[in-house]
């Protein structure tokens, strides 16, 4: 997609690796100023660093969005610094394939904490001060998981059908408290990433899309014209198994 995001700022969670740092560089690539945040100090500075190199404007942040205050801290700091925040998109999350008979209550925290809290919190911290800036554009990555569910992956359905339901309401809030405020779910299905590779180290690539073609998904929602905005959008394989 054909983006001109020259004098915007972006925000992108769990941007470190994977779906987060193709969406990282898609957004910077257009011109835009991105806050790149993770908890993976190490992989984020290498991320920056290389975009650097490349000629593109990144800063990284170190913070953890299950953490509420110091999820307002770093915004705080970002519009601070920016005077604006015009693009957030709650990327990050994690996963525990684990059958609920074996799972720890430790483990559902961290699952639902950074999937669904996590956005939570951020979207608190930056709609507000959207809604005072006259506009922004709020992507929440979502999951086919929020549509169906499969063994070993309950707190991750969970907390993907909650973030849906949460995209869903803030875009009809938005389109009352501000027009000029987009919110957009995006329902990824299955990428060739750390994320899936990790867990699964024996699946079929063949089966599995490539995150950049889903990073330039939020591209196309970021250029529909101010008058419109896409509320959601599906990007699977073609053969994805968990859809519909």
Request: charged share 20%; proline share 4%; hydrophobic share 45%.
């Amino acid at each position: 997609m054909q983006v001109d995001l020259r004098g915007r700022s972006a925000l992108v969670t769990g941007a470190a690796r994977g779906l987060g740092a193709a969406i990282t560089r898609r957004l910077a690539e257009a011109g835009a100023m991105v806050w790149a945040a993770d908890v993976r100090e190490g992989e984020l500075k290498e991320l920056a660093r290389k975009l650097g190199e490349d000629g593109w404007t990144v800063q990284p942040l170190v913070f953890d969005i299950r953490d509420s205050g110091q999820v307002a801290s770093a915004v705080g700091d970002i519009w601070n610094a920016s005077g604006n925040l015009h693009i957030l998109v709650n990327n990050a999350a994690v996963d525990v394939s684990k059958p609920i008979e074996h799972l720890s209550a430790e483990e559902a925290d961290r699952v639902i904490g950074t999937n669904l809290l996590g956005p939570i919190h951020l979207c608190l911290e930056n709609y507000r001060r959207m809604i005072k800036q006259g506009g922004g554009h709020i992507i929440n990555i979502l999951s086919t998981a929020a549509n169906r569910t499969w063994t070993e992956a309950g707190p991750y359905s969970a907390s993907k059908t909650g973030l849906r339901a949460f995209t869903h309401t803030l875009f009809q809030e938005a389109q009352r408290d501000c027009i000029g405020i987009g919110v957009t779910g995006i329902i990824a299905g299955g990428m060739e990433t750390q994320f899936i590779l990790e867990r699964f180290p024996d699946a079929d690539t063949s089966k599995l899309q490539d995150p950049a073609i889903v990073a330039d998904t939020v591209m196309y929602a970021l250029s529909v014209p101010a008058g419109s905005v896409v509320g959601e959008l599906v990007i699977v394989p073609r053969n994805e198994p968990s859809w519909p």
